[in-house]
DNA sequence: CTGAAAGCGCTTACAG
DNA sequence: CTGAAAGCGCTTACAG
């Protein structure tokens, strides 16, 4: 690799005159340009960068991150998909700086948000609490560009989200439904709780595809909630088996453990789709309790938001949208491999 | 930030102490050494990456990419998952050179990879015809790391691969058949040709599935061939339709349009799985007029090439294995958002 | 055990 | 229009 020095050498000039003509500020007898950048492309001269980065005096960036992932199955895969992301760039300045709380405690979360934005971190990642402390918390960093992860609140100067598109969930989990049932059939839903938007936009991408086709009829014949606990979710199950007999139930969010053990136990031929791609529901899918899971891939929620404030730290590069969903991805048995 | 030299001032002491201390070489006065490092801590000192990498004389690294993309959509598909996750990278000094061909001649593949190879790449990655000549050429480039991608063969000196689990694809398109045959039924398969590795194990990897399971009969009622061919496809297609009279055929090779078409004439409600996600495929989905595609993620290869060896060149990490099978992805109608 | 000096490859004033 | 010099933050001999 040939250096801006040998071809100042080279063309008998200057290392001035040479960053002179190579950047093009002007200034430079016409004929010593030529001869240098004859010279450079015959050479195939490309700059350093880390000489560049060096003098430009390129910052290191740490992206400071308050993630709600204590105990969390799936926070931990959004943690996985964060570190090893970041872990590729650490070489050239670019590190996470990690605070993770357990459960949902206003105070707790802004405590956290402020240790992590007292180490001065370039940007800020945080599954944020939808309440007014934390909103005017977030809304006072302006300095900073703010990307919440997985869960979302308004926010003026917010830079990003990374998360779920619930009622694409919803459709695609439709689909399945219209595969399996052709000639139509009744479908029971358990859901986490008519208060959570998400589980709500779900319900409505589901009843939407299944709604809408041809002569074919798929009724809705019964939603529940289970709060997201599994033995609520076993006895709702039960119940909604015995009510409204489906012939397949869609559990659109956490506590499917204990509703499919419920299916399982009625032994009746029911078939059943998921959203949560937890242990449990990979063994229970390879055995053929359950027909598919629709999940909303935590590892790449995790890697992308690295990516996205990767692009826009070092490269300069904003998101093309502040909306990033990630794909709402379909597994079956053997999608496990 | 602090430096090298900030904590050489405040320890009273010189930049090479300083240094010897934060790599512990030894040789320091415990006392000096504790202040410093009591001074690099306080202020919580890091190094620059830069001014690191300029010294050791970080090299900059050129992949060389042989690839057969011309007019061929999925290829492209390829080529843009390497672009977009070469970009971020190039700012510290890694770059791609492709050579991008059309079809496959021996001739002129082996011209595109001596033609890579002069501008003397760090890594070289290629989709290679499985032919003696470009064998032989391949083995002899012992220096540099050698990645297949999408197409293997064998080489000793093979760095990784990059590709699809065939096996595994046809495993997840036998998922979905069983889902839409939930009480047995017959199955068409048209494949591109018996003489391609990739197609009779995508086939031998469906039949696996749907066979073994349960009373449930999936009967495999006939295999044509279509030599990627639309025209062929859509013969082949008619001809099985009229004398096998399948209730879903999976179509695990290219040349899927014509075969489609011959489906939707002959306007019987014939189930369809696909391999290949390209644009009128996207269209018969979002339609109706087939089920779902399998497809083995061509973006994702082009980008997951790049990652295995930016983590080597760069980061100094090899592969795990050197098969890297990227996932067989389901795709609804919904998928497309 | 320690410090002064040179050098990595570039950019940036400054003087002419 | 041009060149000499200083400096970015680190590491590496070298001399003591």
Known sequence: MITIKQIADLAGTSRGTVDRVLHNRGSVNPEIA???LDIAEANNYRSNPFAKALVKGDK???VGIVLNSVGNPFFEEVLRGITEASEKYRKYGFEINIKEIKGYNEEEQLKAIRAVIAANPSALAITPMNTKGISKELSELTSIPIVTINQDIP???KFAFVGCDYSNSGRVSGDIAKLILPKGGNVGIVTGSFKILGHNERI???EEVVGTKDGVKINVVGVVENNDDDINSYTATRKLIREKKPDLIYFCAAGTEGGVKAVIEAAKDIKIVVVDDIPPMRTFLSRGSIQAIVTQHPYNQGAEMIEILYDFLVNGK???K???????RVMLPHSIS
Chains 1, 2 share one sequence.
């Open 34 to 36: 030529k001869r240098i």
């Open 60 to 62: 290191r960036h740490v």
């Open 155 to 157: 926010l003026k100067n």
């Open 204 to 206: 409505q991408g589901f």
């Open 318 to 320: 904003k998101p093309k």
């Open 322 to 328: 502040v909306q990033n969903f990630t794909e709402n």
